[in-house]
């Protein structure tokens, strides 16, 4: 107990001015937003830093699992590109070609995984050096993944799905019927979709995809099956459960999901009374 004594008396100098730094920082940060931005930038730097090393120690372990992994995603892109092709729609794809492309990818690796919070938050090892920008869309191989909401310029923070704060346009994929996806708290792989109005359709084993009604993801990406209904009796909308698609536990490599006519939907809806 002595030597902590001394170090203290030794180092008091030191220790009141980092204390006093501290406190000024924490005061910055609460009134003004510039200052609150830089320090979030310079957090997220300073998280990716600690957390890369670790990252690129375990991975070499687990390079055959990978391999694996990305063996089994590379199959299920093309058979998504031949269903596309399947479905006639080459028409359609020369059409779009001809105006740009509205959404491209980045694909971009998980340094930092949560999913015990209430507000869970991911940290990807790329940032605005790369193109990544905030409220860019992340999926996974199979559904969803989250949205950025900071970025420094090597490393980015995204909110996962898996956040009480965010809530997901959705909709069946068999029709057009749209709600609000959002997370209670409870277990990583299931999700509630709430506004779903009793006079539609619903049952266990239903397809849940992205709405696209939204700049973040482009329509049709899979989020889940439905795996438990509820009807109240004196309300007018579904208790409705969703189980993911994900394992949001067992994540690794994402992509990040940019929109190119993103600003130009942005300053329409800032528009429109």
Not at 210 to 219: A, K, L, N, Q, V
């Amino acid at each position: 107990m002595q030597w902590v004594l001394n170090a203290i008396i030794r180092y008091k100098n030191f220790l009141l001015y980092f204390f006093l730094l501290s406190i000024s920082l924490i005061f910055s940060s609460n009134k003004s937003e510039y200052h609150s931005s830089k320090l979030a930038k310079s957090s997220l730097f300073f998280s990716g830093i600690i957390h890369q090393p670790f990252d690129i120690f375990s991975s070499y372990f687990d390079l055959r699992e990978e391999n694996r992994r990305l063996q089994q995603e590379n199959n299920t892109l093309k058979n998504l590109v031949l269903d596309k092709f399947k479905q006639s729609e080459i028409l359609d794809l020369e059409e779009e070609n001809l105006a740009g492309p509205t959404y491209w990818s980045l694909p971009a690796k998980l340094i930092r995984n949560s999913f015990t919070q209430n507000k869970n938050l991911l940290l990807l090892d790329k940032g605005e050096k790369n193109g990544v920008a905030k409220e860019m869309g992340v999926i996974g191989t199979h559904g969803i993944i989250g949205i950025v909401n900071q970025t420094s310029q090597g490393y980015s923070t995204v909110l996962s799905i898996l956040n009480m704060d965010l809530k997901i346009n959705a909709k069946f994929k068999h029709s057009n019927v749209f709600g609000s996806l959002y997370w209670t708290g409870d277990k990583p792989n299931k999700m509630q979709l709430a506004d779903i109005s009793v006079i539609n359709p619903v049952q266990v084993g239903d397809t849940i995809v992205t709405g696209g009604m939204s700049s973040y993801f482009p329509e049709g990406i899979t989020i889940g099956t439905i795996s438990k209904v509820d009807r109240p009796d004196n309300g007018g909308y579904y208790n409705v459960e969703v189980e993911l698609i994900n394992n949001m536990t067992d994540i690794k490599y994402v992509y990040v999901i940019g929109n190119n006519r993103r600003e130009e939907i942005i300053e329409l809806l800032e528009q429109t009374p």
